[in-house]
C-alpha cells in the first residue's frame, strides 16, 4: 500500500529554538496514528508542519484535501453552529450546502442546535460540531490536536467512544496528538512517543476493532501504558 | 433570616422605584436649597426653573433644530473617524509594512488632546460645519484605530488556520474571519469613541457657531441664563447617554455572539 503522508527529515525551528528535529514517518490510508508525548515535546509541532501552518525544512507529501480539529478556539464564534459547517462547502451549490450540513448535524446528534451559537454549546457540544466542521468537506486526512484536553474525565471519554463510532464508517486517515496514553491505546492502531523533539519509539496497539468501553479496563492497556511511559521516563 | 438581598431588587416594581427615588430625593434637596436661598439662587437656579428654561427652549421650536444640529454634527463626524480608524487600524494591524510606515505618525499625533487642535482647525476650515465635523472625526479616529490596530493584530492564528484549510478565498476570508474576529474590538473603540464625539462636538460649537446645543450653553452664558445653561447640560447629558444606550442595543441586537464565552 502506498503511504497517504510521508515525512521525510523534518526539522522545525522558531528562531534559536529547534523544536522538531529530524523527524522520519510514514502513515498509510485509514490508519488511526495517535503522538504522545509531555507538554512541549513536539507533538503539536509536529502536525502544524503537516498542515503547512509553519515552515520546515526537509519533506512532507500529504493530500491536499485534509481537515484539521483544535483544542481551543476550535469554532468561529460569531457564526452558528450551521454556518461553522457550512463554512468549508463553499464549493458546492446552496441546496448541496444545506443538504450536507443537515446530514453533519444528524451525524453528530445535534439538528436541533444549528441556529445556536458556539458560546451557548457545552464543551463537549462544541468539538462535536468542530468534527462534523473538519469532516463535512469530506477530506481524506485529519488532523486532530488535544481536541478533548480541556474536556472532564467523564466527557473525554463519551467523546472518545463516539469519534471511534464515526470513525469506524469512513475511510479516514486520522493523526491525533494527545498527552493522555490511555485515551492514545484505546483509539490507536499505532502509537508514536515523542521526547525531546524526536519520535522515540512506535507502538502497535493489540485490540481490535470495533473497540468497546471494556478495552479502557484490560490488563494490555495497562501494559501498553507502562511501556510508554517507560519510553517517555528513559529517553 | 432573610438576607438583605431579598429585600431590595424583589420584583420591577420594586427596581424600578429603588431606580427613580434617588432622583427625586436629588432633585428636591436641590429645590429646596435653592429657594431656601442655602445657596444663592440665582447662581443655582432650582430645577423647576431649569424646567421653565427648557420649556421655554422647546416652545420656539429652537431645542428640536438645536438637538439635531449637534447630532447630525456628531454623526456624521463619528462616521467619518470611526470608518477611517477601522480601516486603518485592520491594515495596520495585518500588515508589517503599512504599520511601520503609518504607526509612528498616528503615534505621535494620537496623545495630542484632540480639543487643542480647534483653534487651528477654525483658522484653516473657519467655523462652518465642515471645520466641526473635522474636529469630531479627528478625535474619534484615535480611539477606533487603536482598537482595532491591537484586535487586528492579535486574531487567534487559529481562526486564521482554519480559515485557510476551509476556505479558499481570501476575499470571504477577510470578510468572514478577519473583520469578525476584529469586531469586539472595533466595537469597544466606538463606544468609547461616542463620549468624546459628544465632547468635541459640544467643544466644537462653544468655539463658534449658530445652532447646536453647545452653542446654546455658550449664549446663554453670556447673557447670564444660569437656568437654560444647566437645562442645556442636562440635554447635552442625556443625548450622549440616549446614544451610548442606543448603540450598546444595537450591537447587542445585531451581534448576539458577542457575549462573554463560556468555552473559549
Redesign the interface.
Known sequence: MTPIIVVKNLSVQFGNFLALDDINFKCYPGEFVSIVGKSGAGKSTFLNAI?G?IPYKGQIERPRN???V?Q???L????TVAKNIE??L?HLDKEARRKRVEEMLHKIGMLEFAKR???????GQ?QRVALA?ALA?DPQVLLMDEPYGALDHHTRERMQDWLLSIWQYTTKTILFVTHYIEEAIFLSDRIIVVDQKKFVAEVKVPFTRPRDSEVRFANELLTLKHQILDFMENN | MIAISDLILTNRYTKWFQTVLPVIVFLSLWEIVSRLEIVNPRLFPPPSLVWNALLEWAEKGELWRDIKASYWRMLIGYFIGGSLGIVVGILTGRSRLINLSLSPIIQVLRPMPPVAIIPLVIVWLGIGDIAKIFSISFAVFFPVWINTHLGASSVASIHLWSAKILCPSKIRIIFNVLIPAVLPSIVAGLRTSIAIAFIMVYVAEIAGASSGIGYQISVSHLAYRIDKMVAALFVLAFAGALADFLFARLIQATFPWMQADRNH
Open positions: 498542515a501552518f485534509f481537515g484539521y483544535f481551543n478556539y476550535a468561529f464564534p460569531w457564526m463554512f468549508g463553499s451559537y458556539p458560546n451557548q454549546l457545552s464543551g462544541v466542521r468537506p
